[in-house]
């Protein structure tokens, strides 16, 4: 699906294969490099890049014309077992639209067949998305072909590195639509990312920081920097589905509104969409809380892989990702996508090798580099895997459109068939969806979608209690289904979504997990099924087929006796 792989790294693009490619990178699909890419929609962008034809010409390929027949994935249609095959036509009937989307079958098929030849079904896409292989082989091959050196030297090697490394960020800036006046630091992941933000601001006695609850930890690990420097934390509640009411974060944003934003600056952190309880909160908070006064930070690392963001709508003072939940490869690479004034308010704690110009030693003299991203670059950037983040945000532009339709179909599905599961005792519901539901159906490609593609659930027993998180792990994995289970790291949005707020409030000093679950009788945490860039109907109908089985009370029986015999000599 990438076009071609073996092509020397020198300038210039090249149409290959019905792809616009940049001959520099290897072959994959160059959607920000597209003729009249600016200003024009991405259906219509990606409809002319892909298919080698102009606007309107002969050999103009809309997404809404039937699939060619190589986009059916043979694993889709041929080798479905028949209750699946038979479940998929009424899919397609119930959801017509989802066959606007036939370009991620061909997808799934081309760079995503490990998941099928393996039998493992992936629903774990918040937690870290799926590399494409040809991104691999793209990455790998230029690596073989190259020599690349570190950055902070003059030879030829470090040159390239250097190219290579400057090309990502402007990769990031073109993905994101930044508007002049924006710059990249790389980091290790979007945590380092809000690190760097929460060491470096200024807080002081008379500033204050305002966060939502449903947040990420390294969202609220934010709070530690401001208190040691005497601002004041003030939190704006969670509603039950999580996320945050609109009216209710402008009420918390003006009862605390800065009096001076220079003498005393304030931070408001905006988490975009939560990874547990799948709400998507409003964007026109960040323009709302910068006419107040606050410098502004968007925590995007959930948002980013599914949604399109640009930042010359939303121009916010800084947002945080991270490239390995957004096409899988490679870990280890995040960025801080910030406006160079603001940077520059920053006051770093420290310096390191790469972020200096001169040092005295002995001595206290230190001036800092002049290029305000390294800055905060501390020592050496992941040189070597920097190329693979031009090359995926290449790759996910392309396939970014067609996302939000069809995890809008899937979701759908999901739900609905989740919430008509009744054990076969009686008519107890196997599971309670506790994350926020999509409140609109989408229709076409293009349009965005209200919620994110999370389901939290809990799974229970005929009685109605919650059957055991790490049991339904158990059962998920023995099913060959990669899911995961807990509160995510965000502890708000859980104890919001699990009805614990009072609990949460009530929690001593001293508190630790363990005697936290013993308090409440149970485990705590949801069971988390995540979509993204490789689902397809074949992954949730085994979900909901999974699901099924811990309503039958023979399956979920024989399952239990071999969970309970796999702890056996461990503390239950």
Not at 24 to 45: D, F, K, M, T
Not at 216 to 231: D, E, M, P, T, Y
Request: overall charge neutral; proline content about 5%; glycine content about 8%.
């Amino acid at each position: 699906m990438l076009g071609r792989e073996a092509v020397v790294r020198e300038g210039g693009e090249a149409r290959v294969g019905g792809y616009w490619v940049d001959s520099s990178r290897g072959g994959l699909p160059a959607v920000a490099n597209c003729p009249s890419e600016l200003g024009a929609s991405p259906v219509r962008v990606l409809g002319r890049c892909m298919t080698g034809g102009s606007a309107g010409g002969p050999r103009e390929k809309r997404s809404f014309d039937p699939p060619p027949l190589y986009a059916y994935s043979a694993s889709a249609i041929d080798i479905l077992e028949d209750s699946a095959s038979a479940a998929y036509k009424t899919f397609l009937k119930e959801y017509p639209e989802y066959q606007l989307t036939w370009i991620l079958d061909a997808l799934r098929r081309s760079d995503f067949s490990r998941l099928d030849r393996s039998g493992e079904t992936y629903v774990d896409y918040m937690g870290g998305s799926l590399y494409p292989e040809s991104l691999i082989r793209v990455h790998t091959g230029f690596l073989h072909r190259n020599i690349l050196g570190n950055t902070h030297s003059v030879s030829n090697s470090s040159k390239l590195s250097s190219s290579c490394a400057n090309e990502a960020r402007e990769a990031v800036l073109s993905f994101f639509r930044a508007p002049p006046g924006y710059t990249v630091v790389f980091t290790a992941n979007a945590t380092g990312a809000l690190k760097l933000v929460g060491e470096s601001f200024p807080f002081s006695e008379d500033s204050c920081f305002v966060l939502g609850t449903d947040s990420h930890n390294s969202v609220h690990g934010i709070r530690q920097f401001a208190l040691q420097k005497g601002a004041k934390v003030h939190y704006i509640d969670s509603t039950d589905c999580g996320g945050m009411d609109t009216s209710e974060a402008k009420a918390v944003l003006g009862r605390h509104q800065p009096k001076n934003k220079h003498a005393a600056s304030s931070l408001f952190a905006l988490t975009g969409q939560s990874n547990i309880s799948n709400s998507k909160n409003s964007l026109s908070l960040i323009k709302h809380a910068a006419a107040q006064g606050y410098y502004t930070l968007l925590d995007a690392a959930a948002l980013a892989p599914t949604s399109v963001f640009s930042l010359s709508e939303t121009p916010v003072d800084a947002m945080a990702v991270s490239f390995y939940k957004m096409f899988g490869f490679p870990t280890g690479v995040g960025a801080l996508i910030v406006k160079e004034e603001f940077l520059a308010r920053l006051e770093r704690p420290w310096f390191a090798g790469g972020t200096v110009d001169v040092v005295q030693a002995p001595g206290t003299i230190v001036t800092m580099t002049s290029d305000l991203h390294e800055r905060f670059e501390d020592g050496t950037i992941n040189y070597l895997n920097l190329p693979a983040i031009t090359d995926g945000l290449r790759f996910l532009s392309a396939y970014l459109p067609f996302l939000p339709l069809r995890l809008s179909t899937l979701m759908h599905y999901t739900i609905s068939s989740l919430s008509a599961l009744r054990h076969d005792v009686n008519d107890v519901a196997v599971v309670r969806i506790l994350s926020r539901i999509p409140s609109k159906r989408l229709r076409a490609v293009g349009e965005q979608s209200d919620t994110g593609s999370v389901i939290s659930l809990i799974f229970q027993f005929p009685s109605g209690e919650m059957m055991p998180n790490s049991f339904i792990e158990y059962a998920a994995s023995r099913q060959s289904i990669s899911l995961r289970t807990g509160c995510m790291c965000n502890p708000g949005g859980a104890a919001s979504i699990l009805g614990l707020r009072d609990a949460m409030a009530a929690l001593p000093a001293d508190v630790t997990l363990r005697a936290f679950e013993q308090h409440m009788g149970h485990e705590l945490g949801v069971v988390r099924i995540s979509l993204g860039l490789a689902s397809d109907f074949r992954d949730v109908f085994r979900v909901v087929r999974f699901a099924e089985t811990l309503g039958s009370s023979e399956a979920r029986g024989a399952m239990w006796e071999q969970w309970l015999e796999s702890k056996s000599g461990h503390a239950l």
